[in-house]
T-cell receptor, first 114, second 112 residues
Framework: KAGVTQTPRYLIKTRGQQVTLSCSPI?????VSWYQQTPGQGLQFLFE???????NKGNFPGRFSGRQFSNSRSEMNVSTLELGDSALYLC?????????????FGNGTRLTVT | TQLLEQSPQFLSIQEGENLTVYCNSSSVFSSLQWYRQEPGEGPVLLVT?????EVKKLKRLTFQFGDARKDSSLHITAAQPGDTGLYLC????????????FGQGTILTVHP
């Protein structure tokens, strides 16, 4: 069974640009969550999607958005990039996204904003 | 806001030593998960504990969930260089919909 796939693995962008990251969940998993990981803040929850609906959202500005497609694949978009957006962005999939349904993480997209 | 305080932040030990990592909160969690993350990879789930007082063993790793479901510990016996990595605790509170509250992590280095 293929794991969670995130593309691209690395991205370098300039301040003010926007970026789109992609996540393909494990087959059969309908919940996709996104996390930001930085050395200072650790892993912080961005949002979760289930059946194309955002069910939960973390405390990030509106520049961070996401969506989920009918095949459960998900994308997240960051507009007007800031230097502080440099981080490892992790996607995780699960069967249900709650009730002890474990999260399976991808290897992340490393975003560098210059 | 639920917070998880994880300690120690760094741990450098010799092969064969024992160690314990702690995860504490003032909030009650419905479950507590432990992950291990290696450089360049995403976190990998080690265990989920859901019942207060629960103890789970995974080979040389022992996980415990506090009676009040506010704290947890990870104990490694006879650490090996292959145990080196970032260990993360994460709590799930109520109807979380994919949201876990992570501790800051413990970077463990086991020297041969």
């Amino acid at each position: 069974k293929a794991g969670v796939t995130q593309t691209p693995r690395y991205l370098i962008k300039t301040r003010g640009q926007q970026v789109t990251l992609s996540c393909s969940p494990i087959s059969g998993h309908r919940s996709v969550s996104w996390y930001q990981q930085t050395p200072g803040q650790g892993l912080q929850f961005l949002f979760e999607y289930f059946s194309e609906t955002q069910r939960n959202k973390g405390n990030f500005p509106g520049r961070f958005s996401g969506r989920q497609f009918s095949n459960s694949r998900s994308e997240m978009n960051v507009s007007t990039l800031e230097l502080g957006d440099s981080a490892l962005y992790l996607c995780a999939s699960s069967l249900a996204g709650q009730g002890y349904s474990p999260l399976h993480f991808g290897n992340g997209t490393r975003l560098t904003v210059t | 806001t639920q917070l998880l305080e994880q300690s120690p932040q760094f741990l450098s030990i010799q092969e064969g030593e024992n160690l314990t990592v702690y995860c504490n909160s003032s909030s009650v969690f419905s479950s507590l998960q432990w992950y291990r993350q290696e450089p360049g990879e995403g976190p990998v789930l080690l265990v989920t504990v859901v019942t207060g007082g629960e103890v789970k063993k995974l080979k040389r790793l022992t996980f415990q969930f506090g009676d009040a479901r506010k704290d947890s510990s990870l104990h490694i016996t006879a650490a090996q260089p292959g145990d080196t990595g970032l260990y993360l605790c994460a709590g799930e509170g109520g109807t979380s919909y994919g949201k876990l509250t992570f501790g800051q992590g413990t970077i463990l280095t086991v020297h041969p």
